[in-house]
Structure formats: structure tokens, C-alpha cells
């Protein structure tokens, strides 16, 4: 079993930044790649970033190229998603998720956090 829990949502005005956090704990080998997905209203939750915790190298949507950046402190079990220069369309629910493969697609993680909101104004 894994729990993961995220905080550092809020509201920004376009161009701002924001950093999320998640906190994973549980069964190690179910966590070897943390991922950060992110769901609109109406629309379908789609992969942001992912990381494998143990090297660290990353993998991102097209969208967000080069304005977030994905990272990870195994010393705190966090894996933390840095989003600069955001815009509207950025505004979603963000949500923390646990695998073992490396993947942007959601059916790949078993475990999820409760989400936590970002919004953008323009």
C-alpha cells in the first residue's frame, strides 16, 4: 500500500509560480515512479510529469516542456513539480500518483492523492 499526499495549490495570476508537493510512504516498490496528473472540469485527466525516484530522470507533457520541472528528495520521500510561467489552461485539480512504470498514462498508477487545486487567472 502507498499513501501519497500533496499541498502547495492555490491561485496565481498567468505568469506566476507555484510548487507542489507530495509526500509518498508505503511499499517502496510500488512507488518507483511518482508521477503528476492534472484533470479541468470536463475534461480528461491527463499526464503532467513523471519521475523515477531512484535516478531521477524525467519526462514530460509537450505543454508544460520547460516551464515545470519535476524533482524528487528521497531523503524526504517528496517528489516536488516547480511550474513557472503559468497560463489559464494550466488551471486544474493536480494529483500525485505512485507506479513502477514510467509512463504518462494514468492506467499505469495504482495509487493517487486526494488533488490538490491550482488556478490561473488570466
Known amino acids: 500500500q502507498v499513501r501519497l499526499v500533496e499541498s502547495g495549490g492555490g491561485s496565481v495570476q498567468a505568469g506566476g509560480s507555484l510548487r507542489l508537493s507530495c509526500v509518498a510512504s508505503?511499499?517502496?516498490?510500488?512507488?518507483?515512479?511518482i508521477a503528476w496528473f492534472r484533470q479541468a472540469p470536463g475534461k480528461e485527466r491527463e499526464g503532467v510529469a513523471s519521475?523515477?525516484?531512484?535516478?531521477?530522470?524525467?519526462n514530460y507533457f509537450d505543454a508544460v516542456k520547460g516551464r515545470f520541472t519535476i524533482t524528487r528528495d528521497n531523503a524526504k520521500n517528496t517528489v516536488y513539480l516547480q511550474m513557472n510561467t503559468l497560463k489559464p489552461e494550466d488551471t486544474a485539480t493536480y494529483y500525485c500518483a505512485a507506479g513502477s512504470v514510467f509512463s504518462l498514462t494514468r492506467r499505469w498508477y495504482n495509487y493517487w492523492g486526494q488533488g490538490t487545486q491550482v488556478t490561473v487567472s488570466s
Open positions: 508505503g511499499n517502496t516498490a510500488s512507488r518507483r515512479v
Open positions: 519521475i523515477y525516484t531512484s535516478s531521477g530522470f524525467a
